[in-house]
């Protein structure tokens, strides 16, 4: 899974028209700011708390200051995501002292983990809210507003706010997060996500199908299906299953998931994030290439480069399984793009196996990475068996190397394109300049161009010569 690292509200983005601010009073009696932290999971997850809050009468606000409720939804995956928002939650402490009536909420992962423990550690919380206990957090308000502290973190098995339809929070207009599945059955060693996020579930695949079209005809161009382990997707439709003439039911898998989101128009791309090397079958491979508009971009974490390393991490395939599922990738998809998570440091691990992870890097050449040093999690199956023994200065050391290794292979990767000619998907004007455009193509490379005298706009496809790269971005010009 993709971990953004904390990504506060971006002020560069303030002044955009985005529906769900609207502050308008009669419509909302109260306003609520929310920060996301942690993977595109939480940023989505804030989108439903978001659509939960506005039919209570709270409005969307950018501006702390002026809320009454403020939310942190948060992340435990290492260490120092907890450090962060511990730290943020002393400024929201600030805050409440100076405005009496102030709630502040802990929502999510840390939420999850730590429990009421939370509202010991950290006096001035009012509320503590697991992922699966969004829906009551109306109540828990109301019961915060009375002075009261409230915990609701219980885990379901069958959760999915398949019938919430998100509020697109932070929105280009363009690209939008679809989640697809909720928790995770997988049980590597390190993580500590099946505790925070609890069992495995599938949504519903016509609400699924049904959010992406909506999204399609109010002018959004990409969905990417979210979801811990995305290829373990599986729902059975149980109303089917229940006529007499299909008494199978109709079961969806992942592949058959992509082909009918695919299938909501050819101008609707789609992407999908965590793949499991695991789980990715031959036949969600199939589907990518039969559909121009499924994104030819697999982020596929290895975690480690070691047979060992993988057995003691509990990621059930070995060093040579990975590397006959990146050549079947190539070979079906001689273009498809393909990044990693990687773990660096983890217990045990010896100079040669390091080795081992910048050698599969170099084999697999990703395009992107996300490098990590192995952060201990209380609770983990790694915490309770294994000595975290690899000193911080070496975790430190041969995480620079990933890093560098990672750097030099990214702009091999983009050196390769030059020349070529990409469809671009117009996401918004570049970071740099509002003279040029910066978009993606298919692999998620992001391709900066500029606009010329053309009456192009965001949301349009385009096609894009590249002519020059730097480590991150592709440039390149328009085709007329
Ligand atoms: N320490 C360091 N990195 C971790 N990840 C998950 N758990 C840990 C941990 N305990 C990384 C993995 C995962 C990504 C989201 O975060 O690489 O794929
Ligand atoms: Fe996402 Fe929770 Fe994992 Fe953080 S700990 S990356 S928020 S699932």
New binding site residues.
Partial sequence: ???LTAKVHDESRQGEAYAPFVNDPTVYRKKFYIESYG?QMNFSDSEIVASILNKEGYGATRNAEEADLVLLNTCS??EKAEQTVRKRLTEFRKAKESKPGLLVGVLGCMAERLKAKFLEEEKLVDMVVGPDAYRSLPGLIEEAETGQKTVNVLLSRDETYADISPVRLESNGVTAFVSIMRGCNNM?S???VPFTRGRERSRDAFSIVAEAQDLFDRGFREVTLLGQNVDSYYWVNEEAAATVQNAAGEAVTFAKLLEMVALVSPDLRVRFS?SHPKDITEEVLLTMAKYENICKYIHL?V?SGNSRILQLMNRTYTREWYMAKVDQIKRIMPDCGISA???TGFCTETEEEHQETLSIMEYSKYDYS?M??????PG?LAARRYKDDIPEEVKKRRLQEIITMQNRLSVESNKLDIGQTYKVLIEGESKRSDQDWMGRNSRNKAVVFAKGNSNYKKGDYVYVTITDCTQGTLLGYLQQ
Avoid: G
């Avoid at 990590?372 to 999690?377: A, I, L, T, V």
């Fill in positions: 899974m993709l971990d993977c995956i290492r590597c390190f993580c500590v965590t974490p975690q998570d990687i773990i996300f990590f040093f192995y952060s201990e999690r983990t």
